[in-house]
Nanobody, 124 residues
Framework: QVQLVESGGGLVQAGGSLRLSCAASGRKFSDKAMGWFRQAPGKEREFVAAISWSGGSTSYADSVKGRFTASRDNAKNTVYLQMNSLKPEDTAVYYC?????????????????WGHGTQVTVSS
């Protein structure tokens, strides 16, 4: 079982940047697709970004496309989410997740292991 720990969240002004990290431990991280999701207060958890096992394919929600970039370093068992041009509506708890498949998937049901999340707050 893969265990995931997110870090890098915090408070930033609109227009600023943050880089989230997700460190994985446990078996076979490198053959799993990884995803980033977020959940704002009173809202459902939503898809943000996904990256295939090799890092060769990515997918993004329309709301973050062009501003967020997912990447991974399988040698370090770490996945990243670079977030630029942040907006107040990006405020949420951000979760990384590991899929049980290796290709890019966007649906929350395709992910079977979750981190505890890291808070991102963007002030206006």
């Amino acid at each position: 079982q893969v265990q995931l720990v997110e870090s890098g969240g915090g408070l930033v002004q609109a227009g600023g940047s943050l880089r989230l990290s997700c460190a994985a431990s446990g078996r076979k991280f490198s053959d799993k697709a990884m995803g980033w999701f977020r959940q704002a207060p009173g809202k459902e958890r939503e898809f943000v970004a996904a990256i295939s096992w090799s890092g060769g394919s990515t997918s993004y929600a329309d709301s973050v496309k062009g501003r967020f970039t997912a990447s991974r370093d399988n040698a370090k068992n770490t996945v990243y989410l670079q977030m630029n041009s942040l907006k107040p509506e990006d405020t949420a708890v951000y979760y990384c997740a590991s899929s049980y498949v290796g290709w890019v998937v966007r649906h929350i049901g395709e992910y079977d292991t979750w981190g505890h999340g890291t808070q991102v707050t963007v002030s206006s």
